[in-house]
């Protein structure tokens, strides 16, 4: 599988320079993801393989941005100026009760796993004179990363509804950039721990937009809502409120 510290080119996709493709064995995607994956970058520099991926995501979070912001202005325009999320866990008489293991949760997963040691790794690649290998993978990597806790950090604070679909829309992408990014490792020969690195954040992400998707009910808050929206104007509640 591997010659010494980097990647067989061969086992993972073809080389820049083979004369057949190879298939990639542990990821078996199908022919359209895996040519929109390719995205020449075998006929590229090292500058502009980072600067096209650096490109691809920026458009992600550009339009990301656009359709959370129109979710939140249509909030807005339908129930006026009045906030309507306090933040996640937050009761009735606005307490926080997060569940007993959340906090080292957040730690462990996505602070130490999800940042710090991506963040070590590209490190690293620069030292090993890797800088746009790093670039174009762990690089493109944290910068989405970055996105998601700004755009966390400014729905929470204007207290829009919006503020739980953040991490499923950003969470959703930097899955298919992780898979992006194995892609690019084993093409260009990279180091065997950095596809290993890629496979572990894979796997860790997957795992946490599970427990995400499990936390929703909790995060909108839907055990204190009226059952529905007509229900709740026929029963004088306004933005979750009772009205008398």
Not at 102 to 115: K, N, R, T, W
Not at 148 to 158: A, F, P
């Amino acid at each position: 599988m591997a010659t010494g510290s980097k990647l067989d080119p061969t086992f993972a996709v073809s080389y820049m320079h083979a004369t057949k493709p190879a298939t990639l064995s542990l990821l078996s995607l199908p022919n359209p993801v895996r040519h929109s994956l390719h995205l020449q970058i075998s006929n590229m520099g090292p500058a502009y393989q980072s600067t096209a991926l650096a490109a691809v995501d920026t458009i992600f979070i550009v339009t990301a941005t656009v359709f959370l912001s129109m979710g939140s202005w249509f909030g807005t325009q339908r129930y006026g100026d009045t906030p309507s999320y306090p933040g996640p866990f937050v009761e009735q008489d606005g307490t926080r009760s997060p569940p007993s293991f959340f906090q080292a949760y957040v730690v462990l997963v996505p602070l130490l796993l999800g940042i710090i040691a991506p963040t070590a790794g590209l490190g690293l690649l620069i030292w090993q004179d890797d800088a746009y290998l790093g670039a174009s993978t762990l690089g493109v990597y944290l910068a989405e990363v970055a996105a998601q806790l700004i755009s966390e950090g400014v729905y929470l604070k204007t207290k829009t509804a919006m503020w739980p679909q953040v991490p499923q829309v950003y969470q959703t992408y930097r899955i298919w950039q992780l898979i992006r990014g194995c892609y690019l490792v084993g093409q260009v020969g990279g180091p065997q721990w950095l596809w290993n690195l890629h496979a572990m954040l894979i796997m860790l992400w997957v795992f946490n937009f599970g427990a995400v998707m499990t936390w929703t009910p909790w995060l909108y808050r839907w055990h204190l809502q009226p059952q529905s929206s007509e229900n709740g104007r026929k029963d004088g509640y306004t933005n979750g409120q009772k009205t008398e």
